[in-house]
T-cell receptor, first 113, second 112 residues
Framework: NAGVTQTPKFRILKIGQSMTLQCTQDMNHNYMYWYRQDPGMGLKLIYYSVGAGITDKGEVPNGYNVSRSTTEDFPLRLELAAPSQTSVYFC????????????FGPGTRLLVL | AQSVTQLGSHVSVSEGALVLLRCNYSSSVPPYLFWYVQYPNQGLQLLLKYTSAATLVKGINGFEAEFKKSETSFHLTKPSAHMSDAAEYFCAVSDDNNDMRFGAGTRLTVKP
């Protein structure tokens, strides 16, 4: 199993541009999550999903959108990039039977200038 | 909502010395507690987790943590630090609703 994969690894955006961060997992996990990590701040939950077609807001959802059309994929969309969205983004997944244990992807580093 | 506080953003130990990384939690329900490790430019890797079974939890790489309800603590320890332990460590708390909250992290430096 590849586990949780994320693309791209690194991206530079101009203010106002849009982009989609991709996340795929091959563990057949129903639950998936998006976090952002800022220096000295730990990880903050942006959105999560408990299954295909179901998404919900986390702690810091403003400026982001998600969709979950399949079990495997959970893309994160930035519509109008802002400097405050400069961060490292991590996708994670978990099995509903052991939902408390999340498995993380390698992260996407985003710089908005 | 639950939360965790990690005491000390940076801890430095000598190789072979005891590692102690502190974490205190706040939760209105019996929590799930976790320690994750993050090596440079990588994602988070689960070290260990507490899910209301034994209060002393053993994890990978020789780490262990003890759940102390009376102190609302879940400190991470390792008897003898290795150079390869240098990384950032995150404590996290979760409830039944998968709402996981992370601490700000503690960077561990190991001196030769």
């Amino acid at each position: 199993n590849a586990g949780v994969t994320q693309t791209p690894k690194f991206r530079i955006l101009k203010i106002g541009q849009s982009m989609t961060l991709q996340c795929t997992q091959d563990m057949n996990h129903n639950y998936m999550y998006w976090y952002r990590q800022d220096p000295g701040m730990g990880l903050k939950l942006i959105y999560y999903s408990v299954g295909a077609g179901i998404t919900d807001k986390g702690e810091v959802p403003n400026g982001y959108n998600v969709s979950r059309s399949t079990t495997e994929d959970f893309p994160l969309r930035l519509e109008l990039a802002a400097p405050s969205q400069t961060s490292v983004y991590f996708c994670a997944s978990s099995d509903p039977h052991t939902a408390e244990t999340q498995y993380f992807g390698p992260g996407t580093r985003l710089l908005v200038l | 909502a639950q939360s965790v506080t990690q005491l000390g953003s940076h801890v430095s130990v000598s190789e072979g010395a005891l590692v102690l990384l502190r974490c205190n939690y706040s939760s209105s329900v019996p929590p799930y507690l976790f320690w994750y490790v993050q090596y440079p430019n990588q994602g988070l890797q689960l070290l260990l987790k507490y899910t209301s079974a034994a209060t002393l939890v053993k994890g990978i790489n020789g780490f262990e943590a003890e759940f102390k309800k009376s102190e609302t603590s879940f400190h991470l320890t390792k008897p003898s630090a290795h150079m390869s332990d240098a990384a950032e460590y995150f404590c996290a708390v979760s409830d039944d609703n998968n709402d996981m909250r992370f601490g700000a992290g503690t960077r561990l430096t190991v001196k030769p």
